[in-house]
């Protein structure tokens, strides 16, 4: 199976902040990188597939970035909502395979 | 639109089998292939397994080999996670999820249920 490795596993922001994630597999997968955001109690919210394909509806101030083994996860301004746990998952192989998660914490 | 919704909560004693249902609506159901991930208390995610509701294949993580079984009704649109053998660390959320697009390949989970807890305690 495919490991991915998040860092940091937390982090302290404050509202307008730059945020970077990231995310490193055990093995090259390309640009098969998702990545996800999950509040208290909800389920995980799609934000990007491919690396870089932010999905519909997800605003603009989220990006990412990375190929082979090296992903990234960048939040250019931090807002009120943006307080989260965020995953990275690969989609190269079966299993699909989950990152620890990056708490992002109110400074 | 589309929506899964899932059964209740469960308490269940060790030893014991859990089956949570997830039922589809907005779309149709044998297009898309569904997953199914869990989220033990305070962890990360785990993923479980796969089942095309067309044709009913299924893949299971080896980790749950010969515990779960992953089934659909296409009658009433419901795809079905049963596990057995239930021990303390099966304690979790259980999320189906349905991915974006009908690639048999796809694991980009773009729809997820609302999640059921399984609580298992003697």
């Known amino acids: 199976d495919i490991q991915m490795t998040q860092s940091p596993s937390s982090l302290s922001a404050s509202v307008g902040d730059r945020v970077t994630i990231n995310c490193r597999a055990s093995?090259?997968?390309?640009?098969?990188v998702n990545w996800y955001q999950q509040k208290p109690g909800k389920a995980p919210k799609l934000l990007i597939i491919?690396?870089?394909n932010l999905r519909s509806g997800v605003p603009s101030r989220f990006s990412g970035s990375g190929s082979g083994t090296d992903f990234t996860l960048t939040i250019s301004s931090l807002q009120p909502e943006d307080f989260a746990t965020y995953y990275c998952?690969?989609?190269?192989?079966?299993?699909?395979?989950f990152g620890q998660g990056t708490k992002v914490e109110m400074k | 639109q589309v929506q899964l919704v899932q059964s209740g909560a469960e308490v269940k004693k060790p030893g014991a089998s859990v089956r949570v249902s997830c039922k589809a609506s907005?779309?149709?159901?044998?297009?898309?292939?569904f997953h199914w991930v869990r989220q033990a208390p305070g962890q990360g995610l785990e993923w479980m397994g796969l089942?095309?509701?067309?044709?009913?294949?299924?893949t299971y993580a080896q980790k749950f080999q010969g515990r779960v079984t992953l089934t659909r009704d296409t009658s009433t649109s419901t795809v079905y996670l049963d596990l057995s053998s239930l021990t303390s660390e099966d304690t979790a959320v259980y999320y189906c999820?349905?991915?974006?697009?009908?690639?048999?390949?796809?694991?980009?989970?773009?729809?997820w249920g609302q999640g059921t807890l399984v609580t298992v305690s003697s």
């Open positions: 999820a349905r991915v974006a697009s009908s690639s048999s390949v796809d694991k980009d989970f773009e729809y």
């Open positions: 907005g779309y149709t159901f044998t297009t898309y292939y």
């Open positions: 089942i095309n509701p067309g044709g009913a294949a299924t």
């Open positions: 093995q090259s997968i390309s640009i098969n």
């Open positions: 491919l690396a870089s």
């Open positions: 998952q690969q989609s190269y192989s079966t299993p699909p395979t």
